[in-house]
């Protein structure tokens, strides 16, 4: 697996390092090194993530893996992508946007997020899917997800999503009303 490459935006980094998250209920771990990238290949890290993931009980990181080697989804279709969060250049957090099959709409999927479970509740997993939410702004008219938990449903809520009753989808949010940023 590669190291991630750079994105559209500059040396691998999306334009959201930040420092309104060191409000962590821990004063030693300040979260304020935390960088969003876009990426390209297969961080060597996945492998941990997958590993937590999996203790959590989702296999959804293990199907990103799987889909990744297959060549079924590398999210690298146009207005595609696939963005890292990552803390003193530790992944903690993955996230892809892919064309939702489903529909044949003008609509993303947003797919695979995941924060590492001591690395939530400081915005990393919000700061990811808004960069992947710009990111669809700039060529998509909404996008959907599927989730299965209420951590999830309660998540995407307060990330701007509307619960939708869809075989295919559990939220969606309308891009017409956001903003459209020049580059991602």
Same mark, same amino acid.
């Given at each position: ?39 390209? $290949?297969?961080?060597? /890290?996945? *492998?941990?993530?997958?590993?937590? =993931? ?8 293990? !199907? @990103? ?56 509740? $400081?915005?990393?997993? /919000?700061? *990811?899917?808004?960069?992947?939410? =710009? ?8 996008? !959907? @997800? ?39």
């Amino acid at each position: 697996m590669d190291r991630p490459t750079a994105g559209p935006s500059g040396p691998g980094m999306i334009s959201l390092l930040f420092g309104d998250l060191s409000h962590s209920p821990d004063p030693g771990q300040c979260m304020s090194q935390v960088e969003i990238r876009h990426i390209t $290949h297969l961080p060597a /890290q996945i *492998l941990a993530l997958e590993k937590e =993931a999996i203790g959590e009980g989702f296999r959804f990181i293990t !199907r @990103l893996i799987a889909e990744w080697h297959s060549g079924a989804n590398r999210f690298d279709a146009p207005g595609e992508c696939f963005m890292a969060a990552y803390l003193n250049q530790q992944l903690i957090g993955i996230g892809g946007l892919s064309v939702d099959p489903y529909v044949k709409t003008n609509t993303a999927r947003l797919r695979r997020v995941y924060v590492s479970a001591s690395s939530r509740g $400081h915005h990393v997993g /919000q700061t *990811l899917v808004k960069a992947l939410v =710009a990111h669809a702004a700039l060529r998509f008219q909404s996008v !959907r @997800l599927a989730t299965d938990t209420s951590a999830g449903d309660a998540f995407y809520l307060k990330c701007g999503f509307m619960r939708i009753d869809h075989d295919d989808a559990t939220h969606s949010m309308c891009l017409s009303s956001i903003e459209r940023p020049t580059e991602v």
